[in-house]
Each structure stands twice: as structure tokens, then as C-alpha cells.
């Protein structure tokens, strides 16, 4: 068992009747409040241990607490999913949108084009695997860029017939693809890149680094740095990122948070 189920197991130990469901706790609402823990947060660690055979249900309600005979090996998935459902700030169809760019943009030339709306068996994957690294939805387009850049750098990976199923998986991931798509985000940080100031995945993934997140961007052409200056005075939305370019210029000239200390050279 993984540590969670291991700590799950002990949790339950601590309020049962040798083991057994009693006539005083015999709810999983019981359980939950007796050791101080949200009810639901609560189940999806039952759901965890009862995979691991720690934890037995039968048809009536009645459960019961076992040491699993049989050694289980917890999976990767196992210990992902032990820790619990985030939080985010982006939905999953404005992220799919930044997963199809950063996949398009820095795919291997033989890897399948990603269209159309949301696949969701490789959204749940791929959120999967973005969970294990800590990455947040605002940073999938750069996330699935880079892995797709490593996979660029590497004769094997770049030569083969390859869909997004195939690198991050279907719904349930396996160790082996877990152990692929950690190797080749990191292969893709030693690859250089040209940022590209019009992709909203790039752009978003900037500001996430610094812990800013808003589900808008906005592209303002202004003459020069000063007129951009002057215009966000009075137009700053909350939900929005602006970006001001001027002639001739490739980078923008002024931008949200040029002000902020943690954002001030972000595009310069």
C-alpha cells in the first residue's frame, strides 16, 4: 500500500469495532467526522485503499479491514491519485484549447495533428500527468510543447507516427508512460525555443511561472512605449493580460505587471 492507503487504514483502525463497522460508526460520514476530515476528500481516499485490497465493502454496507494477502505495488497513478483533486483557475476546455497549441506548434513533423474539441480520456491523462509535476492548467500548452520538443531532439521518438494518446496516455496511465513523458519534458528544457509573443499558451505559461493567472489576452498596437503607458492607466481588466506592440517590434513594449517587481522584465 502506498502511504496514504497506509494512513487511511489507520484512520479507520482508530474508530472501528475489531475491525468491523459498529452500530455506533457504520457510516463513512461517521468515519470521516470522528477523525476531523472532510467527508468528501475522505472517500477518495477510501476509493484509493479499497483498490489496494485494505479495505473490504460488501452489498449491504458492511465493511470490514484487511491486510491485503497478496503484495501490491502501488502504481504511479495509485500515488497521483493519493493526492487528492487540485484546484484550479482555468476551465478544462480554455485548457485544452493551450494543449492543442503548444501540441501543434512543437510536434515532431511525422507526430498526428491535434484537432477538433476536447478529447477527454487524454485530458484526464494528460491532467494526470501534469498533477505528478506540478503543473498548473494555465502552463499545458508549455508543458505539451516541451515535451513535444524533447521528443524533436530524439531520433527514436521523432521518426514515429505518434497521437497524443500514444505519448501521455488514455484515461488510466501507465508507470511506462509516466517514466516517457517525464524524460521528454525534460529533454525539452535543453532545447531552445523562440518564444512566440502571439500564442496565448506561451503567454499565459509566462505569467504562471510567477503565480499570475487570468483567463483573457489582449493584443494592443500602439505607436510607442510611452501611449502604451498612457492607455493602461485607464485600461487594465482583471481578468485579462494586455500586451502592447509597436512597430517594428517583435516583443511587446509594455504589458501587465510591467510595474510588478516579479513581472517587470518578463517580456523585455
Known sequence: MT?????????????????????????????SKANGI????????????????????NDDGEW???????????????EVEDQGKRKHNMSQKDSWELVKEGWN??????????????????MIALETQAKRLEIQREQYGEFVGQVCRGATAD??????????????????????KFENVEKLYKAGSKVEKKVDYQSDAEVFARYA???????????????DYNEAAEIATKHNP???????????????VFWTGIYTDRTRYLFA
Open 3 to 31: 502511504d496514504g492507503q497506509k494512513i487511511t487504514w489507520q484512520l479507520i483502525a482508530s474508530v472501528c469495532w475489531y475491525g468491523e463497522s459498529s452500530k455506533t460508526i457504520n457510516g463513512w460520514a461517521d468515519v
Open 38 to 57: 472532510e467527508y468528501k476528500k475522505f472517500m477518495d481516499r477510501l476509493k484509493s485503499l479499497k483498490r489496494a485490497g485494505g479495505l473490504i465493502v
Open 64 to 78: 470490514e479491514l484487511v491486510v491485503p494477502t497478496a503484495k501490491h505495488e502501488p502504481t504511479i497513478q495509485d
Open 105 to 122: 506548434k512543437n510536434k515532431p513533423d511525422s507526430w498526428l495533428r491535434l484537432d477538433g474539441s476536447m478529447n477527454l480520456p487524454v
Open 155 to 176: 531520433s527514436w521518438w521523432s521518426s514515429q507516427n505518434m497521437k497524443a494518446s500514444s505519448v501521455f496516455g488514455f484515461s488510466k496511465v501507465s508507470d511506462k
Open 209 to 223: 511561472v510567477y503565480g499570475y493567472t487570468r483567463s483573457k489576452i489582449e493584443r494592443i498596437q500602439v505607436k
Open 238 to 252: 482583471e481578468d485579462t493580460f494586455v500586451l502592447y506592440f509597436a512597430p517594428n517590434r517583435e516583443k511587446p
